[in-house]
């Protein structure tokens, strides 16, 4: 019987993306026990490899996004790359790419013709603003599409401009949504015994506007335009970050009454619950700044971790807003196993996310660190293809390997 290394186990995904979206859904895939074979330009290598941040010459992005992945260097904008990739995409179930749309096609590797060659692969695309509409043709990166998401305009504060995101949030997003789609697909084709794959694609910027239903439909309803708020304005009161005693900082928010009624209790004002400014949310938020102002002079009376413990005994929703240091020290992240040590080649080991999510019967794993640059070029070419060693070498000589 095969090792099941998580729920995707026996499935081939070939991952020919570069920096973090697409890159990011094939190492979900990974992490569930697909085999992932990154397809890298010779000489270069997925542009992530250059990213910071740094340690001397080591970048340590690269651990973390590329563990559970082989690398073959193949340059399938050549005649002879086209045939390996052609044939290396006999053997797979998903193919995920994010070059600008049209950019396959016009190395005659678009799905119609690679399909040829294997009619049950499932490809899928993402892109800065989809594979249809007048922008397709944009170049297309995470924080930009951010802005043109409409979350940037909601970040920071109203007396100043708005806050990009400090990380990549939407390319992240977007690689969620593209391990979603492959997994969906693959169980379509499973479940009705479908002989043919499809076209799974998305932009950038959309994952991030289908999780913001609420400014959609507040717009379209009351013509209302949310503008910046570094709290959840208009959703919860009090709801927030809040100052304690000992100068650190907690978020604290009460998103139903009951929660609410929590948060009264253990503040001994009881006399909120029938006072017809704060009894629920909808009166609270009319007199959302007094709400706040009560709730941030109680908490200013307690050290951080006082008042946490105090809060969490009383089920009111609450955290200390934490540093990576702090989460590093929590017995939490260490019970989840959310931070775990690979091997390195050369620093000899790093910390890197644990994988998520968690599954009884068949868990995921970290298998293996992520690859030097065609590494497995010998084990897939050769050994896979049938390649022998010397053309493999005159391939490499020529630069399509």
């Given amino acids: 019987m095969k090792q099941n290394n998580g729920p995707l186990t026996g499935t081939r995904v070939l991952d020919v993306s570069t920096m973090i979206a697409a890159p990011f859904g094939a190492s979900l895939l990974g992490d569930l026990g697909a085999e992932i074979i990154k397809i890298e330009l010779p000489g270069k290598g997925d542009t992530l490899r250059n990213v910071g941040p740094w340690n001397g010459n080591e970048t340590l992005r690269w651990p973390g996004m590329s563990r559970n992945k082989k690398s073959v260097t193949l340059d399938i904008r050549s005649e002879e790359g086209k045939q390996l990739f052609k044939r290396l995409t006999e053997t797979a179930d998903v193919l995920i790419e994010n070059f600008r749309p049209g950019t396959l096609e016009k190395w005659s590797l678009g799905y119609d013709e690679l399909k040829k060659a294997n009619p049950k692969l499932i490809m899928v695309r993402v892109s800065g603003y989809g594979q249809t509409g007048p922008y397709r043709n944009k170049a297309g990166f995470g924080t930009p599409a951010t802005a043109f998401s409409g979350y940037t305009y909601l970040q920071g504060y109203k007396d100043r401009p708005p806050v990009t995101p400090s990380f990549s949030l939407l390319d992240y997003l977007a690689g969620i949504f593209a391990a979603f789609a492959a997994v969906s697909a693959l169980f379509y084709q499973e479940k009705n015994h479908d002989p043919e794959g499809q076209v799974a694609e998305l932009g950038l910027y959309e994952p991030m506007i289908r999780m913001m239903e609420f400014l959609i439909a507040e717009y379209d309803q009351i013509g209302y335009i949310r503008g910046r708020s570094p709290g959840l304005e208009g959703h919860s009161s009090p709801a927030g970050t809040f100052e304690t005693k000992d100068g650190k900082y907690v978020v604290l928010v ?36 007094d709400m706040e102002k009560i709730v941030a002079d109680w908490i200013r009376k307690f050290d951080q971790k ?8 009383h089920g009111v929703p609450v955290s200390p807003i934490y540093s990576i240091e702090d989460i590093f020290r929590d017995p939490q992240y260490l019970a989840r196993e959310n931070i775990v040590e690979v091997e390195h080649p050369r620093l000899g080991k790093i910390k890197v996310p644990g994988v998520v999510p968690k599954f009884s019967k068949t868990p995921g794993a970290v298998r293996h660190r992520a690859p030097e640059l065609g590494e497995h070029n010998e084990e897939i070419f050769t050994g896979e293809l049938g390649l022998p060693r010397e053309t493999l070498k005159a391939l490499h000589q020529k630069g399509v390997i």
């Fill in 254 to 289: 009460t998103s139903t009454d009951s929660t609410f009624a929590r948060l009264a209790e253990v503040m001994g004002r009881e006399d909120m619950l029938t006072d017809p400014r704060y009894c629920t949310n909808s009166v609270r938020l009319a007199h959302d700044p």
């Fill in 306 to 313: 006082a008042l946490v413990d105090l809060l969490d005994s």
